[in-house]
């Protein structure tokens, strides 16, 4: 039997069948036909950042930590093919060796992108789609134990709008096909105000930068306004608040942030408009009732709307709001109270991070509900790639 697995922050533990770490493709396939023979469950260990049981599972936990290759890059189109055990802070790093960058990357680096992308984890920019929309092809283990592989172009955008955010829910990724950009710089701008001065430039902030958020701190009230652009672009100058640091450099190195502090968090994806109205019911309900006991800070960002059929930002420009809580104290009581106002804002919640919704309460928020459980039926009839929390609490089937 395996050891006891626990994910980033130890919110999660449990202790799998079988733990698999394959060397390469053909190893993966010899372990998983043999779970199929044996009519074992597989999922499929990213980083461990996520704080939702989606890897939870009594059978095979599959880690792809060796699958960190980088290939068929196409610099005129500015794309290339990586392996799913890449980290976002790995893969960047080595695709800026070919001149190419992602588009975006979330608040830290640790994460898996094959993790990233399939639960439609994101950065900020209201111009820009969350990190799913890169996927544009893959090579993949199907239910029946074979390897297919599977492009836009070949398989359709349905196809796709599916595979995008599906959780590993259709089959096993070992490698994907990734739609970049070339290389660029970014310059990283962190100012401190007040949250009032933040609510009011809000609008201004979002359209003029490339990537705007900001963290609020519920004790002082204070935010950090956090504004990267490329060089010389965007706001230089706010006359309401205090520039506390300046970086430059490729936008893998600036993007995200290291973080020593780990922590549990709830993040609910509202529309765009509905933003300012849930941030300041929060910011009441927080300083009414947690400030005592919370003092980590609420993150506030943007995405672009999308198509992909399970995306938190399917059909609408997105605000996410996010609740965090250091590792070690209390959390649920402090979640459980703010969940309903994300609701009542008809939010969507991450599906890598802490949320209490059931089916039935999800499946209504998303118009291409059915349309994706019923492809994902085709892929796999037999729910080889499902848990009890995906195949009960998630898609009620």
């Known amino acids: 039997m395996a050891k006891t697995w626990s994910n980033w922050s130890g919110s999660l533990k449990f202790t ?54 980088v290939g068929n890059v196409n610099k005129e189109d500015s794309t290339a093919w990586i392996g799913t055990g890449l980290t976002v802070k790995e893969g960047g790093s080595k695709l800026l060796e070919h001149d190419l960058s992602f588009h975006n990357t979330g608040d830290v680096d640790i994460q898996c992108v094959s993790g990233a992308i399939s639960t439609g984890t994101h950065g900020t920019g209201i111009k820009l789609k969350n990190l799913s929309s890169m996927l544009t092809g893959c090579r993949m283990i199907c239910a029946d134990g074979n390897v297919r592989e599977f492009t836009e172009e070949k398989d359709g955008k349905d196809f796709f709008d599916a595979l995008r955010v599906s959780m590993g829910s259709f089959g096993i990724m070992t490698s994907m096909k990734l739609r970049l950009l070339p290389a660029f710089k970014l310059e990283r701008k962190e100012w401190c105000t007040h949250a009032d001065n933040c609510m009011e430039h809000l609008d201004e902030l979002i359209e003029q930068n490339r990537n705007f958020d900001f963290y609020w701190y519920p004790r002082n009230d204070l935010v950090k306004l956090r504004i990267l652009n490329e060089p ?58 947690f400030r005592q006991n919370v003092a980590w800070r609420v993150l506030y960002r943007t995405i672009q709307a999308d198509d992909f059929y399970l995306s938190p930002c399917h059909g609408r420009d997105t605000v996410t709001i996010s609740l965090h809580q250091n590792v070690g104290l209390p959390f649920m009581e402090f979640f459980r109270e ?4 994300f609701r009542d804002f008809d939010g969507r919640p991450h599906w890598g991070k802490k949320h209490t919704l059931q089916s039935g309460e999800i499946s209504s928020l998303y118009p291409r509900w059915n349309d994706f459980l019923e492809l994902r039926k085709e892929m796999d009839p037999e729910e080889v790639f499902l848990n009890d929390h995906l195949k009960q609490q998630i898609f009620n089937i």
């Open 338 to 341: 703010i969940e309903p106002v």
């Open 16 to 69: 799998p069948g079988k733990l698999m770490e394959p060397q390469n493709e053909d190893d993966l396939l010899s372990n998983v036909r043999l779970a199929l023979e044996n009519k074992k469950k597989i999922r499929v260990l990213g980083a461990g950042h996520s704080s939702s049981p989606l890897v939870v599972t009594k059978d095979v936990l599959l880690s792809l930590k060796h699958f960190t290759d």
């Open 232 to 289: 010389g672009r965007g706001s230089q100058e706010l006359d309401y608040a205090r520039l506390d640091e300046e970086k430059t450099g490729w936008a893998i190195d600036v993007l995200p942030k290291e973080r020593d502090l780990k922590f549990d968090e709830m993040e609910y994806a509202l529309p765009l408009h509905a933003g300012p109205e849930c941030f300041m019911m929060i910011r009441n309900k927080m300083k009414a009732k």
